[in-house]
Nanobody, 121 residues
Framework: QVQVVESGGGLVQAGGSLRLSCSAY????????MGWYRQYPGKQREFVAS???????NYADSVKGRFTISRENAKNTVHLQMNSLKPEDSAVYYC???????????????WGQGTLVTVSS
């Protein structure tokens, strides 16, 4: 099984910064793209940022100019640098790997378990 694991969540004061990390593990040949989503209590999961293997970045309007996504393809790892955090950024952040190819099969997408980010006023 391919496993996706996030880390770096925690409690931070408004205006502060956090860096989230996500790695995919398994007999992985390639991953087309990796990204971050977040989910508020009682709400649907929403897109935050994504990056392709070629380094093309995409961001939700709510985080543009504050969040930066980066990747280390050789390590199947992606990072999310979150600056100027606001209380409304508080959510469970999930990592997603798209188009995960292994020596056995292709996985359209694989999700991590989530990491909690809490921004205090």
């Amino acid at each position: 099984q391919v496993q996706v694991v996030e880390s770096g969540g925690g409690l931070v004061q408004a205006g502060g910064s956090l860096r989230l990390s996500c790695s995919a593990y398994g007999s992985i040949f390639s991953i087309n793209a990796m990204g971050w989503y977040r989910q508020y209590p009682g709400k649907q999961r929403e897109f935050v940022a994504s990056i392709t293997t070629d380094g093309r970045e995409n961001y939700a309007d709510s985080v543009k100019g504050r969040f930066t996504i980066s990747r280390e393809n050789a390590k199947n790892t992606v990072h999310l640098q979150m600056n100027s955090l606001k209380p409304e950024d508080s959510a469970v952040y999930y990592c997603k790997a798209d188009g995960v190819s292994t020596v056995i099969r292709e996985y359209p997408e694989r999700w991590g378990q989530g990491t909690l980010v809490t921004v205090s006023s």
